[in-house]
């Protein structure tokens, strides 16, 4: 199992490009499963989770073709298999993201339960309930979901909650159902606009992305095409708060500002100078020490959750007292105990950390439990007096592409070790 060697101490500085999302990304390949002929698709980032969900079209027989570019060819014409199996699943959750397209393209499909995972239980009874009351026959069993029906009816679904994978499946699954489905209460990330994006430039016709109400026309099939996918914004925020917690400067390029409002205004909050052009956003830390923030994490456009760890990290090493709330998952301070090994000060209340910043944090061996806490600790170990060895970075090499190369061109020193 590979680790990361960080030394601390280093100013970074430089310019990095962001990857296309990991979060659209996977939505988007399992949408390909819908149409009728290949679609290629751009901008893909290289990442653990997007070789397994290539191993699970490939398993459902799907033909894939990688260009040099990293451009990805799904030709879902040969598809054999409605099964997403129990090992592929396990390895990422984001599998269930096939459930919605086999069925409304197939009538079938059998999807493993995932269970919980290090950042809470995440059910997703709500997926289950959105297809059940479009006609599916669908039910638990021997650990997984098995649902039939022959064509998808339109539907009135008002999710309970907002979940990003339920509304990005359901709309999935309304594209190709009969007549009309409503989905209130829609998540209204930019992912999730980017799915329906595509999907449209396959001939579907969802209407109110980016809104909390969803208009879907379901269409009798779906073509294939070409689509480019969105900046990540969460590695993009990353790469910010790179800066930020050095005291650095950091242009990161090929990024949709817009997507990282809420972020941003927490980086200024710190004391960051933030400027932005059409692509790009540059973060001038000018060598303070951030200040600490409060933040209450929610549903987009509310500052994501995906973003807390590394404010956690920033927050350790800020001037004064700062709150983070986590509100969407309810397990997700495993970092805070890693940073604390390094000298960080918190005090976890219900589900909000409070943070006494200290002036220096230390080296120490530590283990990344998910990814992004694993990117608050590489955050951490920046700004960490001697070596730090990051375990487990398996985590981290599912979000991030290339971690070590891009904070290298930044001045990090940190290299990888088997
Ligand atoms: N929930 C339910 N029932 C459901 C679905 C969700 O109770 O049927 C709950 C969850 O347990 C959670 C809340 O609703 O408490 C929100 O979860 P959501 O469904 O929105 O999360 P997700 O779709 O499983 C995606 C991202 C996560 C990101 C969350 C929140 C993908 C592949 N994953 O997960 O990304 O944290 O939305 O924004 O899009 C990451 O990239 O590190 C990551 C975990």
Redesign the pocket.
């Known amino acids: 199992m590979s680790k990361l060697i960080i030394t601390g101490g280093e100013t970074l500085r430089g310019e990095v490009r962001a990857c296309g999302a990991?979060?659209a990304v996977?939505?988007i390949l399992a949408a390909t499963l819908l149409a009728d002929g290949p679609v290629t698709i751009g901008n893909v980032p290289h990442l653990q989770d997007v070789t397994t969900t290539m191993e699970l079209l490939g398993r459902l027989g799907a033909q894939l073709v990688v260009d040099e570019k990293l451009n990805i060819e799904v030709d879902p014409r040969c598809i054999t298999s409605h099964t997403a199996p129990y090992e592929l699943v396990r390895q990422m959750?984001?599998s269930i993201?096939v459930l919605g397209p086999l069925l409304a393209r197939f009538g079938e499909a059998e999807v493993s339960l995932p269970g919980g995972c290090a950042?809470?239980?995440?059910?997703?009874?709500?997926?289950?309930k959105g297809l059940a009351a479009m006609g599916a026959d669908i039910r638990v069993e021997e650990g997984y979901i098995r649902a039939r029906c022959p064509r998808l009816k339109g539907a009135r679904i008002v999710l309970d909650?907002?979940?990003?994978?339920?509304t990005e499946n359901l709309m999935m699954a309304a594209a190709l159902a009969q007549g009309t489905t409503i989905l209130e209460n829609a998540?209204r990330?930019p992912?999730v606009v980017d799915l329906a994006n595509c999907l449209n430039a396959m001939g579907a016709q969802v209407h109110g992305a980016g809104t909390d109400t969803l208009v879907i026309d379901g269409v009798d099939r779906l073509h294939g095409g070409q689509y480019r996918v969105l900046p990540d914004r969460?590695e993009t925020g990353t790469y910010l708060a790179a800066a930020a917690i050095t005291g650095g400067c950091v242009r990161v390029k090929d990024t949709r500002p817009d997507t990282l409002e809420a972020v941003l205004v927490k980086f200024e909050e710190a004391g960051a100078v933030i400027t932005t052009g059409p692509d790009w956003i540059e973060l001038d830390m000018q060598g303070r020490r951030p200040k600490a923030v409060h933040i209450r994490t929610a549903?987009?456009p509310a500052f994501?959750?995906?973003m807390q760890a590394q404010f956690c990290a920033l927050n350790a090493v800020a001037e004064g007292v700062g709150t983070i709330t986590e509100t969407?998952?309810?397990n997700r301070f495993m970092h805070i105990n890693e940073l604390s090994r390094m000298g960080a000060q918190f005090q976890l209340e219900g589900n909000t950390v409070i943070s006494t910043g200290v002036a220096q944090l230390t080296a120490a061996p530590i283990m990344a439990t998910?990814?992004?806490a694993s990117a608050s600790l590489v955050l951490a170990a920046l700004v960490g007096k001697g070596d730090t060895v990051v375990d487990r970075v398996y985590h981290i090499d599912r979000?991030y592409d290339c971690i070590e190369e891009k904070l290298g061109s930044l001045g990090a020193l940190i290299r990888r070790v088997p």
């Open positions: 990991k979060n996977l939505p959750r984001a993201l950042i809470g239980s995440r059910p997703v009874n709500l997926h289950i909650l907002v979940t990003v994978t339920g998540a990330e992912e969460i549903p987009y994501p959750t995906d969407v998952f309810e998910d990814l992004r979000g």
